[in-house]
């Protein structure tokens, strides 16, 4: 049997094997492999993408989430309101500064923030908002800007899973104080191994993140703050350079494939994405909900297409966020969208005929 895979990384690896291996070549003949002259190019190539001025590139999309909160100032006693929907380096790196994330419930359309919530939990520690574009689409950015100058709040786009994404016209990451990307091979843009990017219009905070990523030092061996060792290396960057040139390409691709998916599932029971109003979606995921989740996912196992959970656990629902206080029921789209939602494969080499097939499979699940 076929077996389909939620994501096929080798699939795009042989549509620009010959580039990569030519920019990795140049990269060990040249000897430089950290925070050279790939990661200042890719670091301006980056900016220039999303229209901002600065881009820093660090370790991974955890560390960029990291370094710009940190790099802001939030520190303990601090408050910053983020979703409960999404990977959890988004709350991580707030607890790791000592600073407590405060999670407001999702839209139960677009999975994002639900900005109708976000006021209500702005107390006087609040310094920060960090929404996440979560599975490509932007969230309401309009909206959480204004609540921000309202409340005087530092807003951190999460744009991990949604580099290439736009809102009104516009890309993602130029919207809030800044924003951060993951490399992870798995993301829209990924590497071949871990890599992040802050961007920002603000050049005292791309500075600072510059300082902090090698250790708060600067110049070298001179440390005027406790910092990180956080950078990108250069065979990451080369490799990023080469597949920037396609993500336009392949985020259509991915677009066109959701419509497929879209129009071929529109007559069954399992709800497709929303796509809101004024968004690129860029479908870094494929989220379908059905109310038999689990038993439809053993189904098509069984017929050889891999799905994936994101996520099985809302952020205030896990163990170690226990003592933060939010029992089951607190936060209750984001637990209902716990135990309904599930990725299909999606990926821009994805044929349209496996698309077929999956959803055929689908529909004979239905029939039974
Ligand atoms: C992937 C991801 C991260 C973390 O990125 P890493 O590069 O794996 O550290 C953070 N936030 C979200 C929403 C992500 O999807």
Known sequence: ????????????????REEVRQAIDQVLDQGRYILGPEVKALEEEIADFCGVKYAVGVANGTDA??????????????????????????????????????????????????????????????????PVHIFGQPANMDEIVAIAKEHDLFV?????????????????????????????????????????????NDEEL??????????????????????????????????????????EQWNDARRQKAALYNELLKDTPVVTPYHAENRKHIYHLYIIQAEERDDLMKYLKDKGISTGVYYPVPLHRQEVYKHLGYPEGSLPNAEYMANRTFALPLYAELEDETIQYIADTIKSYYQG
């Open 206 to 247: 791309a500075k600072k993140i510059r300082i902090l990523r090698v250790h708060g030092s600067n110049p070298k061996y001179y440390h005027s703050m406790i910092g990180y060792n956080s950078r990108l290396d250069e065979l990451q960057a080369a490799i990023l350079r080469v597949k920037l040139r396609y993500l």
């Open 1 to 16: 049997m076929k077996q389909i895979p939620l994501i096929d990384l080798q699939a795009q690896y042989q549509t620009i």
């Open 156 to 200: 951190l786009e999460d744009a991990a899973q949604a580099i290439g994404a736009e809102y009104k016209g516009r890309k993602i990451g130029a919207w809030g104080n800044a924003a951060t990307f993951s490399f992870f091979p798995t993301k829209n843009l990924g590497g071949y191994g871990d890599g992040g990017m802050v961007v920002t």
């Open 65 to 130: 989430l990291l370094l710009a909160l940190d790099a802001y100032g939030i520190g303990p006693g601090d408050e910053v309101i983020t979703t409960p929907f999404t990977f959890f380096a988004t709350a991580e790196v707030i607890s790791q500064l000592g600073a407590t994330p405060v999670f407001v419930d999702i839209d139960p359309k677009t999975y994002n923030i639900d900005v109708m919530q976000i006021r209500e939990k702005i107390t006087s520690k609040t310094k920060a908002i960090i």
